[in-house]
């Protein structure tokens, strides 16, 4: 069975970092296209990176230069490192996985439960 489990939300302030975790089972990461979301309260889930299984990387626009989207092999993990964070990063993150590198949720049939992102200003 093919799940995925994020970790490492909390609460920071504005300008901090953290890093997400997408742990995966029931694949390998290398095999198929990661992405993570985001849905804060009253909005819809939105894209935010994905990897392709070629190594290819996607990024919104409003995420560029500040978030960074790697593979760890060796843990079978994802991971989102976030920096510069803001008050409008704030929202709950997914990770999900499928065959395309997409940031459109449609395209993704496996999901996680969430880790929640809060900044403070």
């Known amino acids: 069975q093919l799940t995925l489990a994020e970790s490492g939300g909390g609460l920071v302030q504005s300008g901090g970092s953290l890093r997400l975790s997408c742990v995966a089972s029931?694949?390998?990461?290398?095999?198929?296209?990661i992405g993570w979301f985001r849905q804060a309260p009253g909005r819809e889930r939105e894209g935010v990176s994905c990897?392709?299984?070629?190594?290819?990387?996607k990024y919104v626009d409003s995420v560029k230069g500040r978030f960074t989207i790697a593979r760890d092999v060796a843990k079978n993990t994802v991971n989102l490192q976030m920096n510069s964070l803001k008050a409008e990063d704030t929202a709950v993150y997914y990770c999900?996985?499928?065959?395309?590198?997409?940031?459109?949720?449609?395209?993704?049939?496996?999901w996680g439960q969430g880790t929640q992102v809060t900044v403070s200003s």
């Open positions: 999900a996985a499928d065959t395309l590198c997409s940031m459109r949720t449609g395209a993704y049939s496996y």
């Open positions: 990897i392709s299984s070629d190594g290819k990387i």
């Open positions: 029931g694949f390998r990461v290398e095999n198929l296209s």
